[in-house]
């Protein structure tokens, strides 16, 4: 069996003998900085599988294995392969969630083998829900069984144990999704599902009243620029702020610019600039979707976050939003957001859904403003799927908690992220959770701030704007009866803090 390869990155900026600094593609040698590097590691030839950013000639990406690369950094002194790292959406994975806890004890219960689960999914009026996500978990399985809600909001499951640990039902848009535990296959069991709307209370709404207030924006306020590197944003009724929709996905059509499918970066959109129905922290706000992530996925490499940041740099923006991580270093990215930094571009991260202070990337880097997850008890439904997060900290007022998947450690701020109610599709609204949502909600007060702070109003970009929008930020905080290390400076907000 061949030895498997892995990609690599290599950055000319890094490269330190002078004929192979800059471009890779304008060298000193006829060759080229690149060929040359592989040929002092492959004088006798071989076959590398080189690959390019779209957007920085400086960025080359190499498939080798792990003899390859040693081959590779011993004929190059001081050039440093970088390992192409696998970065995620920072929304929480109830699944995982759910399966990490205890299973349910249905202690003396008579098990029904074979016997298939019917599920039906009907609104409050009894109409059917057609769509729905259907999640079941039996006792002992490695994985739940899904399935889809017909026409008729019925979906069947066959098991082997005809029990289920539990079931969890979410429709796309519209509804509270539902958790039920415990569950056995001796009759139909019958989903009644809530309906949200954008007018429905949430934690966001709760804590950022003032800043949703229409009479809180300024019409007239210079555009400040957000760029949404995520999933992609749809072309959502809410959303027709959205100048400009690019992807640096491979393996998707070139004309596939909305959301991938998740509705993960339409959410994030909503969160920060939503216009319509529903309205985000910055409804003036210009925002720029630039998609990362494949169709259906939620997992990403640093090749195209890269290209997402250095493209947003181009593109002249304000604050970057980066509702995703991983765990371990990545000196590519961090020089994506170094170049940021110096145009003066907020960069806002998630701190992860982890529940540990394991780092997360790009959130720990100093640069960058870690966001936390915030709860607040009675705004989400107590059947709802919401209500899986325990209170890990609960603050001052005994209805906030910071959850316990947030993680925490190197957190610059908190903010609401459980149950938010924001855009998906074209038309609808739902309830996500995680880091992924808190962060949108600190890159939407950062371009309010833009907008209307004397301070910052109608000044250019630049590294002292950025420490002075920064300050801003961090000066305008509430505690909440939370610790620093749960979430930083706390909870911003647009009226002058307490603590």
Known sequence: MSEQSKR????????????????FAQSGRKQGALRSLLHKAFPQGAQISVTSSSVDDGVAVLELTDAQARAFEEANAGVTLHPVRTYRLAAVD???????????????LTWTAGKPFKIKVCDSNGNPIAGASVT??????????????????????????????????????????????????????????????????????????QALCPEACQPDAPKVKVAVIDTGIDEHCDLMNVSERTSFTQADE???????????????AGIIGANGAARGLAPNAELISIRVFERNSGATDTTYVYDGIKAAVDAGVDVINLSLGQEYEDAVLQAAIED?????????????????????????????????????????PATSVHSVHQPRVIGSDKDDYVPDFSNWGKVDLAAPGVAVISTVGTVGYAAQDGTSMACPVVSGLAARLLESS????????SP???????????DQCKLLGFGAPDVGKGLPHMGGGTS
């Open 8 to 23: 690599y990155i290599v950055l000319a900026r890094t490269v330190e003998e002078t004929e192979f600094v800059g471009p």
């Open 94 to 108: 109830l699944d995982r969630v759910l399966m990490a806890g205890a299973p349910f004890d249905f202690g003396a």
């Open 136 to 209: 079941l978990k039996e006792p002992g399985a490695a994985e739940p069984h899904a399935a889809v809600t017909n026409s008729r909001g019925r979906a069947t499951i066959n098991t082997t144990s005809g029990h289920a640990d539990y079931i969890r039902v979410a429709p796309f848009s519209d509804f509270w999704a539902e958790l039920r535990r415990g569950v056995t296959s001796t009759k139909t069991v019958n989903f009644t599902l809530e309906s949200l709307t954008p007018a429905t209370a949430d934690c966001l709404k709760y804590h950022c009243s």
């Open 254 to 268: 070139d004309d596939d610019l909305g959301d991938n499918g998740t509705g993960h970066g339409t959410h994030v």
């Open 340 to 380: 940021a930094e110096a145009a003066g571009i907020l960069v806002v991260a998630a701190s992860g859904n982890e529940g540990s202070d394991v780092p997360q990337y790009p959130a720990v880097y100093s640069s960058v403003v870690s966001v936390a997850a915030l709860a607040r008890r009675g705004t989400f």
């Open 454 to 461: 004397p301070k910052l109003k109608g000044r250019p970009r």
């Open 464 to 474: 002292e704007r950025l420490a002075d929008l920064k300050e801003l930020l961090y």
